[in-house]
């Protein structure tokens, strides 16, 4: 309540506009002050980042429910697929891009606004080069086969007849390979993937180790053909992992993907959204708008980024780093 | 605590023309920054190490510290209002109170799930 602002609000009431003479240009006219219109925006922003949380938490809970009733299948999935060095290099890219993203809002206030600028910039290069590393291990889950649903070969509707070839299932596979393959599940490769139907639904445990080595199965006709020459891409030790796990585990390993995917792709498209919104501020800055009197989006902008760093904190032990 | 928030908000218009608002200190930024790749390394030692089911709660521990440096100093927490740190805590409170119920659910039944059709590879097609 100090004069400035009743001043600011009277002539804003007499005037009747939101721009009046002498008055604050970035206070909107149901504001008292820019204090208290930095707070409500700072209030708000941090209500959208606890919904954030909120909505993370649950994937989270999906993530502890299928990891504590099955930790084998984690634990096997985990270090047999996920790379730690590109995990670990994309967490200190974050944590950098982070630094930067909070020196640049302190820039801001500081009206320093060469260093606001690289700042922004570098924090930009780390969210990019996060998201660079992401689709390196992205692509290297794809030429494994352990994408999601019907991309990954653990799952059940694993829709690729020759899983070992070169070149990855881009498309649902083409009748001619379907026949070659497995005349008898001809006609119903591509229903089974829509209707699971458990009577059409061919078994297709198509792990590292072929259909073969599922265990309880005696010898079902599909069995014999099972891939052959697999194993000289496969590494031996995944394969006997594979087999030592029980037959329900081994089942279940496509849900790890599952919650790798959902959650990591959840997490890179908030850091996709980060990106623009920090190009967003880095115009505005070019533009010169910022001051130590309005520095709102440099600070929220801030805090949405922070908070997409603190998430990955929490996915990157969760998925890489199991024991 | 509160009362001196208030002060310093009230006096916030009439300092800014002499301080400008709070920035965090460089130095500050440095260190906990010095200290997240640290426990960033930390971390990744500690998973090398067989340390049975504590893996996991050294993992969240560490985890948890990261993340609270980086709510108290790179998001500003520290010096500010602490309602807006208490907006974060409530969130990551009612999120625990989601899983925890959740998977003490979970375990309560999973004894007696029985494997459906599906979850059996065996299953020949009639």
Avoid at chain 1, 9 to 27: N, Q
Avoid at chain 1, 136 to 152: P, R
Wanted: proline share 7%; glycine share 6%; with cysteine.
């Amino acid at each position: 309540m100090s004069t400035t602002s009743t001043t600011n609000l009277a002539s804003g009431i007499a005037h009747g506009l939101e721009r009046a003479p002498g008055h604050d240009p970035h206070l909107a006219h149901h504001f008292h002050s820019p204090e208290q219109q930095y707070r409500s925006a700072k209030l708000g922003m941090w209500v959208f980042l606890g919904t954030e949380i909120l909505m993370f938490g649950g994937l989270f809970c999906a993530y502890a429910i299928n990891r504590h009733n099955h930790p084998l299948v984690f634990s096997f999935a985990a270090q047999s697929y996920l790379n730690v060095g590109l995990g670990t290099l994309n967490t200190l890219l974050l944590i950098t891009s982070s630094l930067t993203m909070a020196w640049g809002v302190r820039a801001a206030q500081l009206e320093q606004r060469r260093v606001l600028i690289t700042c922004l910039i570098l924090t930009l290069v780390g969210g990019a080069g996060f998201l660079v590393i992401k689709a390196i291990e992205y692509q290297a889950k794809w030429d494994e086969h352990v994408w999601i649903g019907q991309w990954n070969r653990y799952n059940n509707d694993y829709n690729d007849e020759s899983p070992y070839k070169e070149a990855p299932p881009a498309q649902p596979p083409s009748p001619t390979a379907a026949v070659s393959a497995a005349p008898e599940a001809a006609p119903s490769s591509s229903d089974a993937n829509k209707a699971t139907d458990v009577s059409k639904v061919k078994p297709r445990y198509i792990g590292p180790t072929g259909l073969a080595n599922a265990p309880g199965q005696p010898s079902a006709p599909p069995a014999a053909e099972a891939p052959p020459a697999s194993g000289a891409e496969m590494d031996q030790q995944r394969a006997q992992r594979y087999r030592d796990l029980s037959a329900g585990d081994q089942w279940r390993v496509s849900t790890f993907f599952s919650c790798y995917f959902l959650m990591t792709g959840l997490h890179g498209l908030h850091v996709v959204v980060g990106i623009a919104l920090i190009s967003w501020v880095l115009l505005r800055s070019l533009r010169g708008d910022f001051s130590s009197r309005y520095f709102t989006p440099v600070d929220l902008v801030g805090l949405y980024w922070h908070l997409v760093d603190m998430i990955w904190i929490f996915l990157f032990p969760l998925f890489y780093l199991i024991r | 605590m509160s009362q001196a928030e208030s002060q310093a908000s009230a006096a916030a218009p009439a300092a800014e023309e002499d301080h400008g608002p709070h920035a965090v200190p460089w130095r500050a930024l440095v260190a906990v920054y010095v200290v997240l790749v640290v426990c960033t390394g930390l971390t990744v030692g500690v998973s090398r190490i067989d340390l049975g089911n504590f893996n996991i709660w050294v993992c969240l521990l560490i985890a948890v510290i990261k993340g609270s440096l980086v709510a108290l100093y790179f998001m500003h927490l520290r010096w500010d209002s602490p309602f807006y740190g208490i907006v974060l805590i409530s969130a990551f409170f009612f999120a625990a109170l989601f899983i925890g119920l959740a998977l003490l659910d979970s375990h309560s039944y999973q004894p007696i799930i029985k494997p459906t059709p599906m979850a059996l590879p065996q299953a020949p097609p009639p």
